[in-house]
C-alpha cells in the first residue's frame, strides 16, 4: 500500500504561483511514476503532468506546458508541482497519484495504483 497526502492548495490571483506537494508513504519504493490530475466542478478529472521517479523524465498537459513543473525529491518519497501563471481556469481539486508498476500511461488516471484526497486550488481573476 502506498498513501499520498497532498498540500499547498490555496487562494491566489490570476497570474500568481503555487507549489503544491505530494508526501507518500509506506510502500514508496514500489512507486515508479508520480502524476498530478485535476478535477473542476461539473468536470471530468484532467491530466495536469507526470513524472518517471528513477529517470526524471517528465510530461505535461498542453494546458500547463510552460507554465507548471513536475519534479520529485526522492530521498524525502515527496513530488511538488510548482504553477506559475496561474489562470482562473486552472482551478480545481488537484490530486496526486501514483503508478506503482512500470507501466507509462501517464496521462489516463485509470493506469494509476493509489490517489490521494485532492487539495483545492483557486485562481481569482
Known amino acids: 500500500q502506498v498513501q499520498l497526502e497532498e498540500s499547498g492548495g490555496g487562494l491566489v490571483q490570476a497570474g500568481g504561483s503555487l507549489r503544491l506537494s505530494c508526501a507518500a508513504s509506506?510502500?514508496?519504493?514500489?512507486?515508479?511514476?508520480m502524476g498530478w490530475f485535476r478535477q473542476a466542478p461539473g468536470k471530468e478529472r484532467e491530466f495536469v503532468a507526470a513524472?518517471?521517479?528513477?529517470?526524471?523524465?517528465?510530461y505535461y498537459a498542453d494546458s500547463v506546458r510552460g507554465r507548471f513543473t513536475i519534479s520529485r525529491d526522492n530521498a524525502k518519497n515527496t513530488g511538488y508541482l510548482q504553477m506559475n501563471s496561474l489562470k482562473p481556469e486552472d482551478t480545481a481539486v488537484y490530486y496526486c497519484?501514483?503508478?506503482?508498476?512500470?507501466?507509462?500511461?501517464?496521462?489516463?488516471?485509470?493506469?494509476?495504483?493509489?490517489w490521494g484526497q485532492g487539495t483545492q486550488v483557486t485562481v481569482s481573476s
Open positions: 513524472i518517471r521517479r528513477s529517470t526524471g523524465l517528465t
Open positions: 497519484a501514483a503508478i506503482c508498476s512500470t507501466a507509462w500511461g501517464a496521462s489516463s488516471a485509470g493506469t494509476y495504483d493509489y
Open positions: 509506506g510502500r514508496t519504493f514500489s512507486v515508479y511514476t
